[in-house]
């Protein structure tokens, strides 16, 4: 058993969600060549809040189709970086125990991150369907895509239905090194 895990489940303290959501704003910042607003100060709420405004802002500004896939690119590197960082900070071992590690860190944010053995993956709650467009969740999908990339080891992560584009949930599918 992961004790790590274990002890996340009831209780994530603030100071950690406080630095993964401030590595993943200056991740989203380097990605879109944009200064992240001044967060030092703020709490993990107030944070989560700014964040998402941050990158609805900058997800919605018109640039050409190149610029938006070389974004994406960033961001799912970055977050493919971020995730290995926390399999090794959270010594994560197996699937199941990144899948449940997944599960935590999703819901610290505010989305409800379901999953089956197979890797598909239903989200009922997104506490960023209330700030972004559809164009925005895609484009941000990216961190999403290299955050589970990272922390499972998975070949790839994709969406097949969304919330911002007027689904009752997100529908994603999780495809595992030995599925392909």
Request: aromatic fraction near 10%; glycine fraction near 6%.
């Amino acid at each position: 058993m992961n004790v790590r895990l274990f002890v996340l489940r009831f209780y994530i303290p603030k100071i950690y969600k406080l630095r993964i959501l401030m590595k993943l704003a200056a991740l989203t910042g380097e990605a879109f060549e944009s200064e992240i607003p001044d967060v030092a100060s703020l709490q993990f709420e107030q944070l989560l809040q700014k964040y998402a405004g941050f990158t609805n802002e900058v997800a919605e500004l018109p640039r050409t189709e190149i610029k938006a896939r070389t974004i994406s690119e960033r961001l799912r590197e970055g977050a493919i970086q971020l995730g290995s960082e926390l399999r090794s900070m959270l010594n994560i071992r197996t699937r199941d125990e990144a899948m449940r590690a997944l599960a935590i860190l999703y819901r610290a944010i505010g989305i409800n991150f379901r999953f089956d053995p197979q890797g598909n993956v239903i989200i009922d709650r997104c506490h960023f369907s209330t700030y972004y467009s559809s164009h925005t969740c895609r484009m941000i999908s990216s961190l999403d895509r290299g955050i589970v990339i990272g922390l499972t080891g998975a070949n790839d992560f994709s969406f097949t239905e969304r919330i911002t584009e007027g689904n009752r949930c997100c529908k994603a599918i999780i495809a595992f090194k030995e599925q392909q």
